[in-house]
């Protein structure tokens, strides 16, 4: 079923390639993750503005 002795030495496993992301990579991802939210943002903005236009809600 679960073999947790497995599990754990998995997560060991996992652990010990995990580093630290320097700066520049840091401000990367940072950038592309608020980019993305600001994309759904205005996704569900517009939707919003549609269905209120057509009166839907």
Known sequence: MFDLKSFASQC???WHLL???DKTEFK???KVSALGLGLIGV???AVSIIMGF???I
């Open 19 to 21: 580093k630290k992301p």
């Open 28 to 30: 990367t991802v940072a």
């Open 12 to 14: 060991v496993r996992v």
């Open 54 to 56: 057509f009166k839907i």
């Open 43 to 45: 996704i569900g903005f």
